[in-house]
């Protein structure tokens, strides 16, 4: 590994990270009432895959963030890319004011992220079903380019409807892509509907088992158990790994959890204050 | 063509320890000398070519200088999204190579024709459609599109096709290759039927009429020098695809005209109609059913000096 590239954060105590988690979803509740932006509900779900991730996993550098041999994490489900801009944010990749202009006109943080918009940021998502792809590629050229970096896919998973995941998710076993994983943001939901209900999802833990990847299934919001299945990459079987992390959508704020509503709703001032007392951070 | 395309990237790939190939499952034997001399960056990626162009752009984007190579209709009608998002939006330098393009499948019905593939892909930011007439101009462009720092479709055809040219050719995206002065009329030929504009030409001589012929191998960027010369110069222009007059040369040079204040000439667009082709018939058929022949051309184009 080149010395440019740093150890993680971590690893941080669970409990220091809860509360990094929590202060986290504030702000994206803040985020999306400033900025008049939805999804708040699916990035609030994600949010212990991303501290878990870059706070105990990913070997980056902030001050380098293009380094070659750095670890890629790319948020295949674009629409909670405040979730993400908070991380980065958080990990020094850029201003923390940065997330006070989230969203607004000529800003650097669109509301889904444009080609190298900030750094640390890896692809331009928005649109389902792209990030396992070109994360199968950024994995197949660390082979090429004989180097030991790994690659984090985080999809949703209503993102597991889209064809293109399932072709990439053939491909990579049978080329023993075990510096990738994908973790399955599984909080049930899609936009308007059970996303089991509204395609066959389940069993997603024996599906991506049965395509021949090292599936684990999990609390996707036990920092403890994100960490250890994450730290299980790659995996000495030569399996990628697919962790299907169970979540909650709204996680973190009572009244937005597992109410679909808040895919699209915007939390108003008062709903603001609410989940800042939920939270234990009023 | 494709034996060219086969060659041309073996020797690339080994000049250029970043060239990548993807294939969509063809290409049986074909790159069977480029395995033997890159095993490592050769892969069949099946027949799931969404996933190939997501793959290229993360190779690409890895500092990688992935080919994607497959027929025609599976590479860009169905990767559209794909290739807009992934390769155009993150602006990386991934090389498209469709194959069979056009009617060169005409046989197998229309799921396997291309004649709208070039409209669509035009409409495209970044990228560059281009569209070599023959194995001289397949090796030249493949050169350029791997030095090229934009997203690249290439379009050729399938194998046997005749050279047009005896070596290869000073080559640059944008820029048409001329082939035949003349002065009454410009045909401006886009890909594998450049050969039919030569013999159009040869046609016209006989009746006196002096036809230039051009390789116009470059949709986007279009040569907008050489349009500008030959609608000054000639009374009638004429571009040539197996493609649809929708959206492809003919349509470029159609939306160039309109800009233009006070255009001299008349433009007229051969290549295939707005419809599918449903007549059983192998390629040659196909041209003659659609008035892709030197004969039928050459008979529109007097019509159109004597009306012009």
């Known amino acids: ?282 | 063509m494709r034996n060219a395309f086969a060659q041309q990237i073996t020797a690339l790939a080994q000049q250029d320890p970043r060239v990548v190939v993807l294939s969509g499952d063809i290409g049986n034997r074909l790159f069977d000398d480029l395995k033997a001399k890159c095993p490592d960056r050769f892969f069949n990626c099946g027949v799931a070519e969404a996933n190939m162009i997501g793959m290229a752009a993360g190779l690409a984007l890895s500092g990688l200088r992935p080919v994607c190579y497959t027929i025609t209709p599976f590479l860009t009608y169905r990767c559209l999204e794909q290739i807009r998002v992934d390769l155009c939006y993150h602006h990386v330098p991934v090389v498209l190579v469709g194959t069979g393009s056009g009617l060169s499948y005409a046989s197998l019905g229309a799921t396997h024709h291309s004649c709208e593939e070039m409209g669509m892909l035009r409409l495209l930011p970044h990228l560059t459609v281009a569209a070599p007439a023959d194995a001289w101009e397949v090796r030249a462009s493949l050169r350029a599109a791997l030095q090229s720092q934009d997203p690249v479709y290439l379009r050729i055809g399938k194998k046997g096709e005749p050279n047009v040219h005896s070596a290869e050719p000073a080559f640059a995206f944008g820029q048409a290759i001329p082939l035949r002065p003349g002065n009454d009329v410009a045909i401006l030929a886009a890909g594998t039927v450049l050969p039919i504009a030569l013999a159009t030409a040869e046609i016209l001589a006989r009746d006196g009429i002096s036809a230039a012929v051009y390789s116009f191998h470059t949709l986007k960027p279009l040569d907008t020098a050489t349009l500008a010369d030959v609608f000054q110069r000639c009374r009638v222009v004429a571009t040539l695809e197996e493609h649809s007059i929708l959206g492809g040369l003919g349509g470029g040079v159609a939306e160039w005209l309109a800009d233009q204040s006070q255009p001299k000439s008349r433009l007229i667009r051969c290549g295939t109609p707005d419809e599918f082709l449903h007549l059983t018939c192998e390629q040659e058929e196909a041209r003659e059913h659609f008035g892709l022949t030197p004969v039928a051309l050459s008979q529109r184009l007097r019509d159109a000096l004597r009306t012009s």
């Not at chain 1, 080149?2 to 979803?25: F, I």
């Not at chain 1, 895959?49 to 990913?58: D, E, G, T």
């Not at chain 1, 197949?140 to 949703?156: G, N, P, T």
């Not at chain 1, 915007?266 to 609410?274: C, F, G, L, N, Q």
């Open chain 1, 1 to 282: 590994m080149s010395p440019s590239v740093s150890s993680p954060a971590g690893p941080g105590q669970t409990s220091d990270l809860g509360l990094v988690a929590r202060q986290l979803r504030l702000r994206l509740v803040q985020m999306s009432h400033a900025a008049g932006t939805p999804h708040l509900g699916s990035a609030l779900s994600c949010v212990d895959i991303l501290v878990a991730a870059y706070w105990n996993i990913l070997r980056i550098d902030p001050s380098n963030p293009r380094d070659p041999n750095r670890d890629r994490f790319i948020l295949s489900k674009g629409h909670a890319a405040s979730a993400l801009y908070a991380v980065l944010a958080e990990r020094g990749f850029f201003p923390r004011a940065w997330l006070d202009t989230f969203a607004q006109h000529g800003a650097p943080l669109a509301e889904q992220p444009a080609p190298h918009c900030a750094p640390g940021v890896e692809l331009a998502t928005g649109s389902l079903g792209h990030g396992l792809p070109v994360g199968v590629g950024m994995a197949l050229a660390a082979r090429i380019q004989k180097r030991d970096h790994r690659v984090f896919v985080c999809l949703s998973d209503g993102e597991c409807n889209e064809g293109t995941v399932w072709e990439a998710a053939l491909f990579a076993p049978a080329h023993r892509l075990s510096q990738l994983a994908v973790i399955i943001d599984y909080n049930k939901w899609q936009a308007t509907g059970r996303s089991n209900e509204v395609m066959s999802l389940p069993s997603l833990r024996e599906k991506w088992a049965a395509f021949g990847w090292n599936a684990i299934e999990l609390d996707g919001h036990d920092l403890g158990a994100l960490t250890a299945a994450l730290q299980s990459v790659p995996n000495a079987s030569g399996q990628p790994t697919a962790i299907i992390a169970n979540t909650i959508k709204g996680k973190g704020v009572p009244f937005m959890e597992d109410d679909n509503n808040w895919h699209y709703r915007i939390p108003k001032a008062d709903e603001v204050t609410k989940a800042a007392q939920a939270l234990g951070l009023a």
